[in-house]
Nanobody, 124 residues
Framework: QVQLVESGGGLVQAGGSLRLSCAAS????????MGWFRQAPGKEREFVAA????????YYADSVKGRFTISRHNAKNTLYLQMNSLKPEDTAAYYC?????????????????WGQGTQVTVSS
């Protein structure tokens, strides 16, 4: 079992930046594939970005490509999401998730562990 705790959300103006962090408990973090998802009110949870266990590959939704960067620091058991050039449509609760088999996926159901989420609000 692993616990994930997100932080770094907040209110920012359009064009601004935020850096989200996801702190993981346990020793197996370095073997997990990790992902970021987001969910706006009344909408389904959607894929944002994912990263392999060794940071060898990263994947992004088209809507955030070129603006967001996913990274991880395995020695610190921490996942990051750097968000630049934020837009009002990026407003959502952001969740980090872990796949314990090391399998990267854009599908929420493929992830085994989830954080509680952190709210990002972008004003126009």
């Amino acid at each position: 079992q692993v616990q994930l705790v997100e932080s770094g959300g907040g209110l920012v103006q359009a064009g601004g930046s935020l850096r989200l962090s996801c702190a993981a408990s346990g020793r197996a973090f370095s073997s997990y594939a990790m992902g970021w998802f987001r969910q706006a009110p009344g909408k389904e949870r959607e894929f944002v970005a994912a990263i392999t266990w060794n940071s060898g590959s990263t994947y992004y939704a088209d809507s955030v490509k070129g603006r967001f960067t996913i990274s991880r620091h395995n020695a610190k058991n921490t996942l990051y999401l750097q968000m630049n050039s934020l837009k009002p449509e990026d407003t959502a609760a952001y969740y980090c998730a872990a796949n314990r088999f090391g399998e990267v996926s854009r599908t929420p159901g493929r992830y085994d562990y989830w954080g509680q989420g952190t709210q990002v609000t972008v004003s126009s």
